[in-house]
Structures are given as C-alpha cells and as structure tokens.
C-alpha cells in the first residue's frame, strides 16, 4: 500500500513505535521517529511511496530521528540522525529534523551502497535517456532539475546518480528535492500548484525546504535509465540560455572527483566512469530564465531520439 | 556466560551453514551485526570459503557485495601505501617493521581477508623516532586533529608517536615504540619483539612480526584498549592468526613460553578463553593448563566473563542486554587502569570527561 493510505493517526504510531518499512528506489527503509514535523514530511512528501507492515523483515536502512537524550532538550530541543544505533552527524536544532532525516538517507546511500558509482549529481530523464547535471552547490542544479520535472522530465535524483557498475544503467531514487534559500521562490513561481513544505531556517546550507517528488517518477522508480548527457548548470542574472560542448576527458575527471565513492572502486571506478562519459554528450550550460532553460533541454532530448 | 555467545554473528562464523535455514528476519539482523562489528567483508569471504554465497538472499546479497568491495581496495591501498613509507623510511637505519591488520596484508596471511582499515601501524625502536618523524613529514604525513593536550599526552606518557595522516591520500600512520605504553602494569621487551620480525617475501624491505608475536600483540592489543568498536573483528584476526599458525606442532608450547617472556601470559589467557566462548577456536587443553598459572582469581574471573563477554560482541542493538553499558564502562577503565599508575589516570580521565567534550578535539587519544 502507499503511504498516503495509511490513516494519519495510524502512521503515527507506528513511526513513534517501531517505525515503518518503506520502499524509495532499489532500497528498502526502516524510519522511526516521535518528531511531529518528521511524521508531517513523510506524510506530505512521500504519500505516492509503498509502505508496508512492520512484519516485513528485511530492510537495507534501519534509521531514526529523534531528539537526543541529553539534558539540552529542556533548553533548546535537538534531533539527531541515527544509522542503526551509530549518529553519523551532531545533533541539530529540532526545527531541522525533516532535513536531518533527507541528509541521513544520503548519507547512508553514499557511504554504503559500492554496488554503484555514485555522483553527487541530480539527473533526470527523458525518452529513457538521463541527463546529468553535476555542479557544485549554488550553481542551480536542484532549481534547474526541479523545473525540468516539474515540465515532462523524470526524476532520477536530486542528488545521487547511481550508476549500476554491471550494467552501466542509472538507477531512480526519486526523493524529494531539497530547494535552498532563493530558488524556493523560484519554484513556487515557477509552478504555483506544487507542494514544497515549510522551510527550515539556519541550516547549514541556509534555508531549505523540500519539494515533492512528481507522481510518476515515483510509480517508475525500479525504471533505469540509458546515460544521455553530462551538462554543468550555471545561473547567471540575465544569461540567455546557452549549451557549450565540453572535454569529455575534463567532464571525466570532474566526475571522479564529484563522486562520493570513486576511489573506493578502484579500477573499475574508471572503467564505470569512462564507459560512462563514452555513450554521452557533454556541455555547460548558462541560463537564467527557468522556461528557457527547460526549452533547451527539450529540443536536446528531441534531437537524440530523433 | 552462555547467553550472549548466541548471537547470530558469532553462530554464523562459527558454523557458517547454518545461514541455510536462516528466515529473512534473521538475515536482517545478522546484516546488521555484521556492519556494527566491522565484519561484513569478512563474512563475505567466510561464505565464498564455504560455497554458501548462493545461500545469501537477494535483497541482502549487496551489502556483502559493497563490504568485498571497500575490503578489496583497502587492501590494494595498504600495499601501494608501505611502498610509500618503505621509501619515506630508507634511510633510516631500522628495519621497517609493520604491525595488526597492514602486516596481515603484507605478509598475505588469511586473516588479511576481508580486514578493514583505519590506520597503518608500524614500530620502530625509540631512538629512531625523531628521526622517523622528519622523514614522514617530507614525504607528506603531518600530526593533525589532535589537541594540545593530546598531543602533549601522547609524547609523555604513550608507546606511539601523534598520529600522522598524509597531506593527500588522508592515510593514517601510526608510529610505535613499543606495544603498550611506558605507563602500563607490563613491559614487553620492545627489542625482543624486533630481533624476531621477519622479511616480508614480495616485499623487501618491509617486516612483520615472528607468528606467535603478532599473536601476543593482537591479543594485548584487545585487552588493553579501551574502546572496543570492533572487539569481535579482532577476535576473528586473532582465531584466523591461530587456526594458520597452529599448522606448526611446537606451535602452542612456544606460544605459551613467548607469552611468558614477554609478560603477556595474562592478556594471551584471556584472549584463548574469549576465542574459544565467542568462535570455538580449537585451543587444546595443554595450552590453557600451562596458562593456568597466569589466570586471575575466580571471583575476578567471574567478574571480567561478565564484561567481557558484554563488550566483545558486536556493538549493536540486538547485543545488548541491560548490563552492556557499564560493562563497556569497566572495560574502559580497567583498560586505562593497566596502562596508567592512579596518580595519572586520575587527573587524564578529569580532563577527558570535563575539559576535552568543551575542546575541539577531532580525534581525542
């Protein structure tokens, strides 16, 4: 069953008990949580996922948020992320926890999950082809990925291309996508229907808030997808939307040094990584106008296909 | 203390085909031990060993895959990295010797199988460290993360130099002396553990520790630290270290005398009786009775099965029971107890329990 099925008060209850089994792309969770905001995110932003009951035995991910027991929560209440009894990150202020939840499920993917090479990239597709959009924070690669599947593109990831290291495939993990400080509004601009819930402020990465994942990237998310293209999104205030060729040897090396577990991979980290960069085009992109932008996406997914 | 042997990892290491007639709930929780005591790459392999690889479900056969595959290139990085420090350290007039888990590695051993990695430890003798010390650093290893009293702690009262990590590669070097600190109850002789160390075959240049040494090393090593994060994967270095040196047939009376020359009969006691409780590594009787002589009273017996037996299992949930805690806290103490006199320890635990938690201090002592 999905997640928004469950009565609310149900839900509830069982993430204060002993948590609910959730499915999000190849990996399977156990999340558990007595956080209001916490039980509130899931609700709002996972509701197309499939849960089912805690009976189900086996899951990659056994997490929790919760605040720590310590004597600071008479003071100022904190949450605390934990992997299975180990609390990778310092507790932070319990405006924060939904977030905390979001970054914890990154991190346990990233540091765990070898069977892929993973990019700190948001991809999305289109025509089963994915386009990779790697590019340090603030260059807009969340607004830009967040507009496109908000415009017929599917959501891969916000934030972690996983590549199948057999097969060369790109696995869906269609989470949320974490919006921060300025593009927020952008967003809501851009598409005033979609659901983004109530910011939090100060984190480390400023304000975030956290946009839900379209409907059918999450019914396709077992749905791999072909590598089409490598592009590095950059805004710049008034730059018409422009693609530039780019180094297939460059874009590589970036890759390397942008994925969380290449060096862990050895040999076949290279080999992943290059067959990799062989089926794609690589480009950067400028833009600024967010329609703009989508347009030139489209009329590439256009030419490849046709 | 039959209780706590029953969890799942040790049944599973010491008769893996039990995990044939295990349910998926049981694969759940045994995924979960694994990755809490740092043995999942190890289980990996002992399954590989033993034929039953098809026997791993499908949702869990990653987790094993991802462990093989950090394992694999750990122990790629650990060779490539003693030929960086073969090459720092070539003109020092000492033979490089390596200690734990990167001396398994080098010399090939079978407990080098899926072993994971902090740090490198190598020894050296005392006189030789300045020395050591400037070398590493030219060739990029720098004392970092540690505070001004650590580090200070470290030069005063341990066996090991600060540890130093390499400007680029972010690898870990641990430089010893010797194998416990000048403070502890017992001084093993530094320069007898030297004098033994052999020549690495595929490696000259770089040596490890005779057989029965890297044995009573590893075994003090558990019964001396504080901290036990990985007690039951030390365990199984030292259970895989014994079933491949015990091959020998002198080998268990010439373990036993070593122990006693070098005043680790009680750690080396304690460590053939946790062995035997948590992984059924056959110790013959001949060996225990010779030890007998270097075993505690009964009443402190009783008393370290309690903790130990707590503190050597995997540092997970499903483990505990509601003595975990303090045991994990005497473990702790008595381990600072045998490595410092009271009139220190006193004053270091103070520090780390009110001044340090206020300090940065990224990687206390």
């Known amino acids: 069953m999905k997640l928004l099925q469950l009565p609310p008060a149900e839900l509830r209850r069982q993430l204060a008990g002993a948590g609910i089994w959730m499915r999000t792309g190849p990996f399977s969770l156990k999340v558990q949580s007595r956080i209001p905001s916490v039980v509130t995110g899931l609700t709002e932003l996972y509701g197309q996922f499939e849960v089912r009951s805690m009976k189900e035995s086996f899951a990659d991910f056994h997490v929790s948020v919760n605040p720590p027991a310590n004597l600071r929560r008479w003071l100022r209440p904190q949450a605390t992320f934990s992997f299975d009894g180990l609390q990778p990150f310092k507790p932070l202020p319990l405006d924060q926890a939904f977030p905390i939840l979001e970054w914890g499920l990154n991190w346990c993917v990233s540091t765990q999950a070898h069977q892929y090479l993973i990019i700190h990239a948001a991809v999305v597709e289109k025509n089963g082809l994915a386009a990779i959009l790697p590019a340090p924070p603030g260059s807009g690669k969340s607004t830009l990925a967040a507009g496109l599947v908000l415009s017929g593109w599917r959501l891969l990831s916000d934030e972690l291309t996983l590549i199948d290291r057999k097969t060369g495939l790109i696995h869906p993990l269609p989470r949320p996508v974490s919006l921060k400080n300025r593009s927020i509004d952008v967003i809501r601009q851009f598409a005033p229907d979609v659901y983004i819930n109530p910011a939090s402020h100060d984190t480390i990465k400023g304000t975030v808030a956290h946009m839900r994942p379209p409907r059918d990237s999450v019914r396709r998310q077992h749905e791999t997808a072909r590598p089409g293209w490598v592009i590095f999104p950059k805004w710049e205030a008034g730059a018409p939307a422009t693609l530039t060729p780019r180094s297939q040897a460059q874009t590589f090396m970036f890759l390397a040094q942008n994925a969380f577990n290449y060096s862990h991979l050895g040999a076949d980290g290279f080999r992943v990584g290059t067959a990799l960069i062989d089926q794609t085009d690589c480009y950067d992109f400028r833009y600024s106008a967010l329609d703009e932008a989508v347009a030139t996406f489209d009329r590439l997914a256009e030419r490849r296909t046709s | ?365």
Request: glycine share 4%; proline share 6%.
């Open chain 2, 1 to 365: 203390m039959n209780v706590l042997s029953g969890h799942l990892l040790s049944r599973t290491l010491r008769s893996p085909d039990i995990v044939t007639r295990f349910a998926i709930s049981e694969w759940d929780i045994l995924v979960r031990q694994a990755r809490a005591a740092g043995l999942l790459a190890r289980l990996a392999h002992r399954f590989s060993q033993h034929g039953l690889t098809a026997a791993i479900p499908a949702v869990a056969r990653w987790h094993f895959d991802a462990a093989d595959t950090l394992a694999s290139k750990q122990q790629t990085a650990v060779r490539w990295e003693l030929q960086q420090l073969r090459a720092a350290l070539a003109n020092l007039d000492s033979p490089l010797i390596v200690l734990k888990g990167a001396a398994y590695v080098a010399a090939s051993l079978p407990a080098a199988a899926g072993r994971l990695f902090n740090d490198i430890d190598i020894l050296l003798p005392r006189e030789r460290l300045k020395q050591a010390e400037s070398s590493l650093m030219l060739a990029g290893w720098h004392a970092s993360g540690l505070s001004e009293y650590d580090k200070r702690y470290y030069r005063r009262w341990m066996h090991e130099i600060p540890p130093m990590q390499h400007a680029q590669r972010a690898t870990v070097i641990d430089v010893h002396h010797a194998i416990l600190p000048d403070t502890a109850r017992y001084h093993p002789d530094s320069a007898k553990l030297r004098s033994r160390a052999v020549e690495v075959a595929d490696l000259p240049g770089v040596y490890v520790l005779a057989a029965e040494d890297r044995i009573l090393h590893s075994a003090t090593h558990l019964f001396h630290d504080g901290e036990l994060p990985h007690g039951l994967r030390d365990l199984t270095d030292l259970d895989l270290l014994l079933r491949d040196a015990a091959v020998d047939r002198d080998f268990w009376p010439r373990l036993t005398a070593r122990a006693d020359e070098l005043q680790l009969g009680r750690s080396l006691f304690y460590a053939l009786r946790y062995l035997r409780f948590f992984l059924d590594t056959p110790v013959p009787d001949s060996a225990m009775t010779s030890l007998a002589k270097r075993a505690p009273n009964r009443a402190t017996l009783a008393l370290m099965d309690r903790i130990f037996t707590r503190v050597l299992a995997p540092d997970h949930a499903s483990c505990a029971d509601s003595f975990t805690a303090a045991a994990r806290l005497a473990a702790f103490v008595r381990a600072h107890w045998l490595r410092m006199p009271a009139h220190l320890l006193i004053p270091h635990l103070f520090h780390k329990a009110f001044i340090s938690p206020y300090q940065r201090t990224p990687k206390p002592a």
